[in-house]
């Protein structure tokens, strides 16, 4: 009796002194600031200004740096996970051991509660490794297809200034009239445009690749991605994957951990769990002074984190199967589209041979052999992009499955 008098005594004590607190010194409210006063104006025209840039775009000839840092796809994958963002942090938390000598520290996790600990917080640890080791792979291959595109816009911007040259040396002559050689003049400009915009693209995934994998972001060395963009020829076995997904993904893996301990220490995870998902899942704490004279949490309360949890997994189970088929299936879609643009490339590449024979046999076919090659150059671009989909969707596939922190 004395104690809970003395308990009821401290609670009234506190919360007289909490509301004293607060009634001693009533805020105000900033004042509010006055509204802008803006004047009026016409409507006018709004144009850039370029008044400071060169009025013609230099004529040098596309080139891209001598010297790289050479990359691999598996090294790209590797470093990615090694500096994933607090993935180590994750590892290294004090609640993932136990103390030497446990009754000694009463405050400090058990044995079970540690290994729970460690188990949930490694996994999340991967999770962020494999998202890691995603979006760098991603970029990776992004860049591939940059610097290949690259190439074949510096060869077609080559071929079309040459007969720009052409035309306006027959124009000179009157030989030539003046739409044709303004038209070569707007697809020069257009390919300038191209490349300029393509050139700050690599740069810019430059500067990302380097952030992902942990490299100086001063290195004036651009990336140079060294991989063979190899398109398998058998589809994925969709259900092999799904079941290898289930299996190894480590979102899924860190809640079957949950469910299988159902000790004090788990259920305060879980509960920070469902908090981050949605803050109206978790139990709403009650008064922290109530908290305090809680021994242990209501079995109740526990059973309805457990049930929480599994329609949490089974939900994450139907989502990850949706997303490996549907990773599965893109697959698939881009290895098929790869083919048919490359009997495209073969087909352009046959009628630059046969143009280029009539050509040394002195036949004039300056303006069609210039039409196949820029076809040829286009064909051989979306043939490139095919090949970095198909691979790009295969990083897709393999994060979905959680395997990229595995292999």
Not at 115 to 121: A, I
Request: with cysteine.
């Amino acid at each position: 009796m004395r104690l809970g008098a003395a308990i009821l005594g401290c609670t009234l004590i506190l919360a007289v002194a909490g509301c004293g607190h607060h009634r001693a010194q009533p805020s105000e409210s900033p004042a509010k600031p006055s509204a802008p006063n803006l004047s009026t104006t016409k409507r006018g025209v709004l144009e850039p200004d370029l008044s400071a840039l060169p009025r013609d775009p230099s004529d040098k000839p596309p080139a891209r740096p001598g010297e790289y840092r050479k990359l691999t796809a598996e090294e790209c994958r590797y470093f990615a996970v090694k500096n994933a963002p607090l993935a180590d942090d994750l590892d290294a938390h004090p609640e993932n051991r136990t103390p030497s000598h446990p009754h000694l520290h009463p405050g400090q996790p058990s044995p079970s509660e540690a290994d729970t600990s460690r188990k949930v917080r490694g996994y999340l640890a991967d999770e962020l490794r494999n998202k890691s080791a995603g979006e760098a792979l991603d970029k990776f291959y992004q860049l591939a297809q940059a610097e290949g595109q690259f190439d074949l816009l510096a060869k077609s911007l080559k071929e079309l200034r040459a007969r720009l040259g052409d035309a306006e040396d027959a124009e000179r002559r009157g030989l030539a009239d003046r739409a044709g050689v303004d038209n070569l003049r707007v697809q020069v400009l257009d390919l300038e445009a191209k490349v300029a915009e393509l050139e700050a693209g690599i740069d810019s995934l430059n500067a990302a690749l380097r952030a992902h994998l942990g490299m100086d972001s001063a290195d004036p060395l651009s990336i140079w991605p060294d991989d063979p963009l190899h398109v398998r020829s058998e589809d994925v076995d969709i259900d092999e994957a799904v079941r290898n997904g289930l299996f190894y993904r480590s979102d899924l893996n860190l809640i079957r951990t949950l469910l299988a301990d159902d000790g004090e220490g788990a259920d305060d995870l879980a509960q920070a769990l469902l908090k981050q998902i949605s803050p109206l899942l978790a139990r709403l704490k009650s008064n922290p002074l109530v908290s305090l004279l809680t021994v242990k949490r209501n079995r109740t309360s526990r059973e309805a984190t457990q049930r929480q949890l599994q329609s949490l997994l089974e939900g994450r189970e139907r989502q990850a199967e949706a997303e490996i088929r549907a990773a599965a299936l893109a697959l698939r879609g881009h290895r098929l589209a790869t083919v048919a643009r490359s009997a495209e490339v073969r087909r352009h590449a046959a009628t630059v041979t046969e143009l280029e024979k009539k050509a040394a046999a002195g036949q004039p076919v300056t303006a069609e052999l210039t039409k196949a090659k820029l076809d040829l150059w286009k064909a051989q671009g979306e043939l490139l992009k095919s090949a970095v989909e198909w691979r790009r969707a295969d990083v897709k596939l393999r994060q979905a499955m959680g395997l990229l922190v595995r292999e």
